[in-house]
């Protein structure tokens, strides 16, 4: 597909269990990003990568949680251990970020993985 | 302080009236800015960027003051079709740097 995929788009999970959840970016787009989003709230960073190499993690809310992108394509976010406050809309986005500083290329988001720990 | 800070809302207006959202980031090195649009329980997606100069898209200007650290985005001409969570977004100053999301404003364009 042309967009960004996420799988899967519901996650029910016991307290207690690890989850991983996958984005697979636009083709060619070198920027990846993680954010959780409450319902009412905007997005909330976690984590971004430029090809394989994670950029910022400074997002990530405490050390159950880890993401890596190996091959600078597919991304895994990975939720050890989940408890019931992990419960929220956990979104990726990809943006072709050129050569240079800045640039205003835009993100694309995916429709998201609704998680929720029981 | 937060990143960047918006009034939540939610603003109810009538059809055909203008209304105007206002946003303030605290990085004062920040490069790039846009106006995401979120309808309910869908991704964000782009309303537009947000340009030095100011910048129209027909019912849309969004304006930009980098010394107040301030972005706007005014909507002529409501439509019901406008009813939506208005995020503003602001991006760092290096290659690759994170896009960091304000709260949102609702709005909701009443018949």
């Known amino acids: 597909g042309a967009g960004v995929s996420q799988s899967p788009r519901y996650k029910v999970t016991k307290r207690g269990q690890d989850v991983a959840l996958r984005c697979d970016p636009i083709?060619?787009?070198?920027?990846l990003y993680w954010y959780r989003q409450a319902l009412g709230q905007g997005p909330e960073f976690l984590t971004y990568?430029?090809?394989?190499?994670?950029?910022?993690k400074s997002g990530l809310p405490n050390d159950r949680f880890s993401a890596e992108r190996p091959e600078g394509s597919i991304s895994t976010l990975t939720i050890q251990r989940t408890e019931q406050r992990d419960s929220a809309m956990y979104r990726c986005?990809?943006?072709?970020?050129?050569?240079?500083?800045?640039?205003?290329?835009?993100?694309?988001f995916g429709q998201g993985t609704r998680l929720t720990v029981v | 302080r937060k990143e960047v800070e918006q009034d939540p809302g939610p603003f109810n207006v009538p059809e055909g009236a203008t209304v105007a959202f206002n946003c303030t980031y605290s990085?004062?090195?920040?490069?790039?800015f846009f106006w995401y649009r979120q309808d309910c329980r869908k991704e964000p997606k782009l309303l537009m960027s947000?340009?030095?100069s100011g910048n129209e898209d027909g019912r849309f200007t969004a304006q930009l003051n980098r010394a107040s650290q301030y972005i706007s985005l005014l909507i002529r001409d409501s439509k019901l079709s406008d009813s939506a969570t208005y995020l503003c977004?602001?991006?760092?100053?290096?290659?690759?740097?994170?896009?960091?999301f304000g709260p949102g404003t609702r709005l909701s364009v009443l018949p």
């Open positions: 986005a990809s943006s072709f970020s050129g050569t240079g500083g800045g640039g205003d290329t835009e993100a694309f």
């Open positions: 083709s060619g787009h070198v920027s």
């Open positions: 990568f430029n090809y394989e190499a994670q950029q910022d």
């Open positions: 990085n004062s090195a920040s490069q790039s």
């Open positions: 947000v340009y030095s």
């Open positions: 977004v602001v991006k760092g100053d290096n290659y690759g740097q994170n896009f960091v």
